[in-house]
């Protein structure tokens, strides 16, 4: 079985999870920038975090021969922080780094006027770097909250085909498919959807179009749920082709449209501990097989 994470928050867990995702066939992933898990007080450490991803991690994964892109956005959640307003300012810049494949994550968490405006704007900007989008839907009132994802994306003139619209479930699947956006499901072990949900919204929905993710971070969550998610659909009567298509293909198509996906095994850093030229890290004896 050969995966594509297309979304995971890699710089919440350990090199244990980078080499057990690698174990079970996770080959590449992409990770959106994200709430940290308390407020972050100023732009610089945005910078710093943005910095990590495209640098850091990308180091980190290879390691492990799993190709690291990223997605880099302001957050819904510390979009209503008027502290963290101008990151839309120094974003632009990182749009443009290699390994950047899409804007993501932006939507809403609480849906104020301050994250309307962060989101309109970070649309704006990814039709302007040729990115597609990931976009985060509300915990809370979730309905309400992806039909106004829905008609947000629809007047920023955005293709829906370069949308993804995530953390989707029963309530929600038939709208985003009815728009053209792509489904993006997040497989966890007590929130969201787990295995056997996710096989029945298959089902029901196809395989056109559909993404599944770990969405794994800072709290209870598996990395290894797309794993398990394949598993789950082989025992449901599921064929591989159709495996192979939810947890490869559509996550390459979708973010192929960056121009920007690097799907070649990575080559094993070196041993000079030095930055290298694209300010990923040289120096395999850091963190092999430790947190």
Known sequence: MKIFDPHVHMTSRTTDDYESM?????????????????????????????????????????????????????????????????????????????????????????????????????????????????????????????????????ESGLPPERVVVDHLNEMTVGMVADAGCWMGFSIYPDTKMDEERMVAILREHGTDRVLVNSAADWGRSDPLKTHLTGLAMLAAGFGQPDVDRVLWHNPVAFYGQSGRLVLDEPEEPGTSGEPGASGTFAGNSILRGGS
């Open 22 to 154: 690698a174990a079970v066939g996770v080959a590449a992933l992409v990770e959106p920038a994200f709430w940290l898990g308390q407020p972050r007080t100023s732009v610089g450490s945005f910078v710093d975090y943005f910095d990590s991803l495209i640098g850091w991690e990308r180091f980190r994964a290879a390691q492990f021969g799993i190709r690291h892109h990223c997605a880099l956005a302001l957050n819904p959640k510390e979009a209503n922080d008027p502290r963290c307003a101008e990151v839309l300012d120094v974003l632009p810049r990182y749009l443009a780094k290699d390994g950047v494949v899409a804007v993501g994550e932006v939507g809403y968490d609480s849906m104020t006027p301050e994250e309307d405006d962060a989101f309109a704007r970070q649309l704006e900007l990814a039709v302007e770097h040729g990115l597609p989008v990931l976009v985060h839907t509300p915990h809370r009132d979730k309905a309400a909250g992806t039909r106004r994802t829905l008609d947000v994306v629809r």
